[in-house]
């Protein structure tokens, strides 16, 4: 067989075609063919960039510092700047709102709209985690969009609400806890059973059993009312409706009459501005459920 890599010579000449690297995989030559020259051209054009730009601009780490580049640019220094640029053209409009309630802001057509923008960005920031895009909320935490507030939906109520938050370590924070009748042996199995059909019916507009009433009269109308209406004093839900922060089906009413789950909301004081927190409390308010 003729070997493809090896070509025909003559007496005192030089073999023809390319040279190999002397390397062959399976029949095929590894040529030891130049580089194009417009590839060389760049590449040695990329270098020179690259040395230039690590001379002028930060790039050489040390020890403690780094080298800062010739021209002495930092992009902290210039988000800085930036920053206080935003400030200083923000001020005009959020500095009356340091001396306003939230309800005397939204009750100014100006700064209502002002509000309206800087409370969206600082809720979809901070809130929309937990209580969705638009405040449309999810199982465990509740929307902001209706009219069911468990600790008061007025402006000034919200306002509190966002400062202390709920069930942490602020001393001025909601709290409320649910008895868990079932873990702690309060009731029996058969009676949180009979509890829980019974709330489930006046949930759906029915009158329920009468033992259900009688269970439910000594055990919960204290903090949920005596028609299951809700108190806002105890932070306890209103039953009577549709609306279930844990579910509304039979298993999740005889769950959380039987070990109690609790949300926890934190405390912005502190970590939001009080102008920041006005500004949220009417967005929040004028999602659609504001009292």
């Not at 063919?33 to 601009?57: E, G, K, Q, S, T």
């Not at 640019?73 to 340091?98: C, F, H, I, Q, V």
């Not at 039987?258 to 409390?281: C, F, Y």
Request: proline share 6%; glycine share 12%; charged share 15%.
């Amino acid at each position: 067989m003729v070997d493809p890599t090896k070509h025909e010579t003559h007496e005192g000449s030089k073999p023809s075609g390319p040279k190999t690297m002397g390397h062959e995989w399976d029949g095929i030559a590894e040529y030891n063919n130049p580089l194009p020259r417009w590839w060389v051209i760049v590449f040695m054009v990329c270098v020179a960039w690259a040395v230039v730009f690590a001379v002028l601009m930060p790039s050489f780490p040390a020890a403690k510092d780094y080298f800062g580049g010739m021209l002495g640019y930092s992009s902290r220094a210039s988000l800085r700047g930036n920053l206080s640029e935003t400030a200083d053209a923000r001020a005009p409009w959020l500095e009356p709102m340091k001396t306003l309630d939230a309800s005397a802001i939204a009750a100014n057509p100006e700064l209502l709209q002002v509000a309206m923008r800087g409370g969206e960005v600082i809720f979809k920031e901070n809130c929309a985690a937990c209580h969705g895009v638009g405040g449309v909320g999810a199982k465990g935490y509740p929307a902001l969009v209706d009219d069911e507030w468990l600790w008061g939906g007025t402006i000034p109520e919200i306002v509190q609400t966002i400062t202390h938050g709920a069930r942490n370590e602020d001393p001025s924070s909601h709290a409320s806890l649910m008895p868990a009748f079932g873990r702690d042996g309060i009731l029996q199995r058969a009676e949180i059973m009979t509890l829980a059909d019974y709330v489930l019916a006046i949930s759906q507009g029915q009158a329920g059993s009468d033992a259900g009433r009688t269970l439910f009269e000594a055990n919960c109308a204290v903090c949920h009312g005596a028609n299951g209406e809700g108190t806002k004093e105890n932070g306890a839900p209103a039953l009577n409706n549709q609306i279930w922060l844990y579910g509304g089906a039979r298993n999740d009413i005889v769950a959380q009459i039987t070990t109690p789950q609790h949300g926890v909301m934190p405390s912005w004081n502190g970590r939001l501005s009080e102008v920041d927190i006005k500004q949220v409390a009417v967005y929040v308010h004028s999602l659609g459920g504001g009292q």
